[in-house]
């Protein structure tokens, strides 16, 4: 079956760390996009890809990294850097171009202890 | 800038009341228009969705009519169940805003039996 494979779907991680969630689609789809959610809140834009070697920033993209090496994956790296990391993080995909709609992965929760 | 604005939550419903969450939006080009539902620590799952002014997309009993005049895409259902209990989110795509997505802040679901 076609669709968005998140890992780990639980992590935790010490305060310092650095700690990269995967994200997996084989939708055949151009554009991934990775998203957090905090409870009672929408969804907010972290960094999204177009194409393969090429992303850009969303709204809430520092104390994030990202790469886009292989059209099937766009792995999330959260940083030391970023301030506030507990969350729900959402990974996302599209075709590039069309007015269909956006695929999910199920999240990944990240805990910081 | 394109945004989403949907009604607030929490909502609480018994069954088989009548459900309708607002949702209106703001766009620069011709966008799609999408309400997708999360259950509880799951990733978005697509509802339904109208790609043009008057489409009415439908799914599972629940319904929404784009509406160019009001900007609206209210979602609606007759007779809802326990297992409707969910967030709700309206989204929209403006191919004209660079393939971009944007979701309204969910409303929480909750019916009882």
């Known amino acids: 079956d076609g669709g968005i494979t998140q890992s780990p779907k639980y992590l935790f991680r010490k305060e310092g760390q650095n700690v990269t969630l995967s994200c997996e689609q084989n939708?055949?789809?151009?554009?991934m996009y990775w998203y957090r959610q905090d409870p009672g809140q929408g969804l907010r834009l972290i960094y999204y890809?177009?194409?393969?070697?090429?992303?850009q920033k969303g709204d809430i993209a520092e104390g994030y990294s990202v790469s886009r090496e292989k059209k099937e994956s766009f792995p999330l790296t959260v940083t030391s850097a970023q301030k506030n990391p507990t969350a729900f993080y959402l990974c996302?995909?599209?075709?590039?171009?069309?007015?269909?709609?956006?695929?999910f992965g199920e999240g990944s929760r990240l805990t910081v202890l | 800038g394109d945004s989403v604005t949907q009604m607030e939550g929490p909502v609480t419903l018994s069954e088989e009341a009548f459900l309708t969450i607002n949702c209106t939006y703001t766009?620069?080009?011709?966008?799609?228009l999408f309400w997708y539902v999360q259950y509880p620590g799951e990733g978005l799952q697509l509802l339904l969705k109208?790609?043009?002014?008057?489409d009415k997309g439908s799914n599972k009993g629940f319904e929404a009519t784009y509406r160019k005049e009001t900007t609206s895409f209210h979602l609606e259902k007759g007779s809802v169940q326990v297992s409707d209990s969910a967030v709700y989110f309206c989204?929209?795509?403006?191919?004209?805003?660079?393939?971009?997505?944007?979701f309204g802040t969910g409303t929480s679901l909750t019916v009882i039996p």
């Open positions: 996302a995909s599209c075709e590039v171009g069309w007015t269909g709609e956006l695929f």
């Open positions: 939708l055949n789809h151009d554009a």
């Open positions: 890809s177009q194409i393969v070697n090429d992303f």
């Open positions: 766009a620069t080009g011709y966008p799609s």
């Open positions: 109208a790609t043009k002014a008057d």
């Open positions: 989204a929209l795509s403006d191919q004209s805003a660079g393939n971009q997505f944007y």
